[in-house]
């Protein structure tokens, strides 16, 4: 009975070992994304603060009026230990009637990658700039 008892209670400690290695890996991506998304947040809202032309002029969109995507040379941040690598691109819309270019309407990607648990890992979002606001139409 007592080596019973004893390989029960090792197969419990063993699993609950596996368990809280699996808990701390989950949590250590899980602020990883979180702080992804953070970056992701901050770069956008840096950009809302300038004027539509300081804004093109910053995302390197085209002012000929083309449709050319734009990308933006890689940012490596830090937080914690953890690095991050950030890039945008940016383009004029086209309208969705007639197909021409809306050189008022800007279209911005950010993508974040980083490394972790041997992984890489990524997260991207899509937002629209307008000279006028909330007002435009893609």
Do not use: C
């Amino acid at each position: 009975e007592t080596i019973i008892a004893l390989f029960i209670a090792v197969v419990l400690i063993a699993a609950i070992l596996a368990s809280t290695v699996l808990a701390a890996r989950l949590f250590t991506e899980a602020k990883a994304y979180t702080n992804a998304t953070n970056i992701i947040n901050q770069q956008v809202e840096n950009l809302r603060t300038l004027g539509f032309t300081q804004l093109k002029a910053q995302l390197g969109v085209p002012t000929d009026g083309s449709e050319a995507v734009t990308p933006s040379p890689a940012i490596t941040l830090s937080v914690g230990s953890q690095r991050f690598t950030v890039t945008r691109t940016a383009r004029l819309v086209k309208n969705k009637t007639g197909g021409a270019i809306n050189t008022d309407l800007v279209e911005m990607t950010v993508n974040v990658s980083w490394s972790s648990v041997g992984r890489t890992h990524s997260t991207s979002s899509q937002t629209y700039f307008s000279a006028f606001g909330f007002a435009a139409q893609p």
